[in-house]
């Protein structure tokens, strides 16, 4: 809202006011009140979960010492889509479309998961909502994000150096320049993987008090650094990567999704007193799918999400294993469990998998200086 007002009424608008214009600071100020809606809002949200009896049920196979967990407030989500939501509307660009598509696209990945926390907790059905039935609606949500993205991406002119218009372009890490042109055919559905992906690895990593929301915040911040750096021209030209036409717009999306996140996370450190649920999983992983995309960052993703790649990974091992040969690999699936049935604290296994995140979240940031 304020940069729209600012670039309409820029004239007659005090010289203060000229701030709004500058991306960088309406970042930090979508980040700052992210976290103040969600801490204001913080208590009254989850009070109301709970008078609504939207309580987590814990699977009676997991860990013992998660049975205490029982009854905790979830769809906790709703907090975090406030709160991002919000600074969004405050802060963000309306002149482009990116951004627009983007925020919307992951209201609309909270919204499924919303119905699938509604039918676990309200409507009683048991593993909520059927799983062709998720996974067909967050494929649906992904594909429409991907063709409007290549419809709403312009072409190229000649000798053009942004790369607004290689939108099925594939860069990979360490490699100067784009490596191929996957073409509209392999790039969509190549697209929609990333996105549905990264949702569900977040979804899987959403097991501890504190895991999924704290590597969620880690990636975010990495993603919103890729994404200030990929929109400025001088920034990306100096580190040779490509220089897609207003991504830095993105990175006050992704600061109002870290505040959002930060916020939430003084509820859901342990002990938790609220779930985010598939609301927030879902939701959260769609951004971070949806931002790498746009920003032509999707193999960085896998390397600064890698915590999200391997509990993912660890779900189709056991499974596989298990079908094929009859044993398991793991203790128990996704990872974070294998490791409390080894015998580690809750909390190690969350701060060990935060400073996972963390470095490979350098390590993804360190690539962008060597091409």
Request: hydrophobic residues 55%; proline residues 4%; aromatic residues 12%.
């Amino acid at each position: 809202m304020f940069e729209y007002i600012y670039s309409h009424f820029q004239i007659e608008a005090p010289g203060w006011f000229r701030l709004f214009g500058f991306v960088s600071f309406r970042a930090v100020l979508a980040g700052m009140t992210a976290m103040v809606v969600a801490f204001v809002f913080g208590d009254t949200i989850i009070e109301k979960l709970r008078n609504l009896k939207f309580r987590e049920t814990i699977r009676t196979d997991g860990p013992e010492s998660h049975q205490a967990k029982a009854g905790t407030p979830t769809m906790g989500g709703l907090l975090i889509l406030l709160s991002f939501s919000v600074p969004c509307l405050l802060f963000g660009n309306f002149h482009s479309p990116h951004f627009m598509l983007l925020w919307l696209c992951t209201l609309m990945m909270g919204g499924i998961g919303f119905l699938d926390d509604y039918s676990k907790v309200v409507l009683r059905v048991k593993n909520g909502m059927n799983a062709r039935t998720k996974m067909a609606l967050s494929l649906l949500v992904a594909f429409g994000f991907c063709l409007l993205y290549y419809l709403l991406t312009p072409s190229p002119e000649s000798g053009e150096r942004e790369i607004a218009y290689a939108n099925t372009g594939l860069f990979v890490p360490f490699l100067k320049g784009q490596l191929i042109d996957l073409t509209p055919f392999i790039a969509l559905p190549f697209w929609m993987l990333v996105i549905v992906g990264s949702c569900h690895g977040v979804n899987l990593t959403d097991g501890l008090d504190g895991l999924a929301i704290g590597n969620v915040c880690i990636v975010a911040v990495t993603m919103g650094l890729m994404a200030y750096l990929t929109g400025t021209p001088r920034a990306a030209n100096y580190l040779n990567i490509p220089t897609v036409v207003d991504a830095h717009e993105l990175a006050v999306f992704l600061a109002a999704l870290t505040g959002a996140g930060v916020g939430f996370l003084w509820f859901n450190a342990a002990p938790a007193k609220v779930f985010m649920g598939d609301t927030g999983s879902l939701a959260l992983g769609g951004a971070l799918g949806m931002t790498a995309i746009l920003i032509k960052k999707e193999l960085l993703l896998a390397i600064a999400g890698g915590v999200f790649v391997m509990e993912a990974l660890s779900v189709i091992l056991q499974v596989a294993s298990f079908r094929l040969r009859g044993k398991r690999i793991f203790k128990m699936a996704p990872l974070h469990h294998h490791f409390e049935l080894s015998g580690w604290p809750e909390t190690r296994v969350v701060i060990r998998f935060w400073l996972i995140g963390i470095i490979l979240s350098l390590i993804a940031l360190s690539t962008l200086r060597i091409q």
